[in-house]
T-cell receptor, first 111, second 114 residues
């Protein structure tokens, strides 16, 4: 079956430092991946996505890296700010058009 | 463009009752997916609708059902509520999941079953 795991349930970083959130997936046939940010009391918010034909994609202060060899996904947040404090989920879409989500990593930014 | 809206935002029900939740997708989006989010299980897929047809279904009992209307709005129903059904129910819409389109989530409906 599918499984999407996150290496750490919590992560604390100093304001201004870079954050790295990791995610492992098990289905080598998955071809689309998304990172979401969920703040307290809100639904998940799209951050960045990447397709399996890419290794890296950059957005504003965020970078997603995909390593298909080891089935690993990471989200890098540059110059982390207090507003980045939230739970971050990775999600994979397999050929069955279903998304599977990790359990989430809680990021706390220390001022 | 307005985002995904869900109503109601909060609900309190008792065991054995039934509940209907509503989701209005982003204009132009035809795919609507429902998820259950709990602290212990994370986000779990319930079902996905496209053009009024259920296209995918997760591993939930038959007490959980849904439907989609011609305007793409969707409802989900939970019958014979159990304490374990307390959760945040999230709706997400996309143009068409078949083509790997991004899903956008609503704020969710928080259901408490007493």
């Amino acid at each position: 079956g599918e499984s999407v795991g996150l290496h750490l349930p919590t992560l604390s970083v100093q304001e201004g430092d870079n954050s790295i959130i990791n995610c492992a997936y098990s289905n080598s046939a998955s071809d689309y991946f998304i990172w979401y940010k969920q703040e307290s009391g809100k639904g998940p918010q799209f951050i960045i996505d990447i397709r399996s034909n890419m290794d890296k994609r950059q957005g504003q202060r965020v970078t997603v890296l995909l390593n298909k060899t080891v089935k690993h996904l990471s989200l890098q947040i540059a110059a982390t700010q207090p507003g980045d404090s939230a739970v971050y989920f990775c999600a994979e879409e397999n050929t069955g058009n279903q998304f599977y989500f990790g359990t989430g990593t809680s990021l706390t930014v220390i001022p | 463009k307005a985002g995904v809206t869900q109503t109601p935002r909060y609900l309190i029900k008792t065991r054995g009752q039934q509940v209907t939740l509503s989701c209005s997708p982003i204009s132009g989006h035809r795919s609507v997916s429902w998820y259950q989010q709990t602290p212990g299980q994370g986000l779990q897929f319930l079902f996905e609708y496209f053009s009024e047809t259920q296209r995918n279904k997760g591993n939930f009992p038959g007490r959980f059902s849904g439907r989609q209307f011609s305007n793409s709005r969707s409802e989900m129903n939970v019958s014979t509520l159990e304490l374990g059904d307390s959760a945040l129910y999230l709706c997400a819409s996309s143009l068409d999941l078949t083509f790997g389109e991004t899903q956008y989530f609503g704020p969710g409906t928080r259901l408490l079953v007493l």
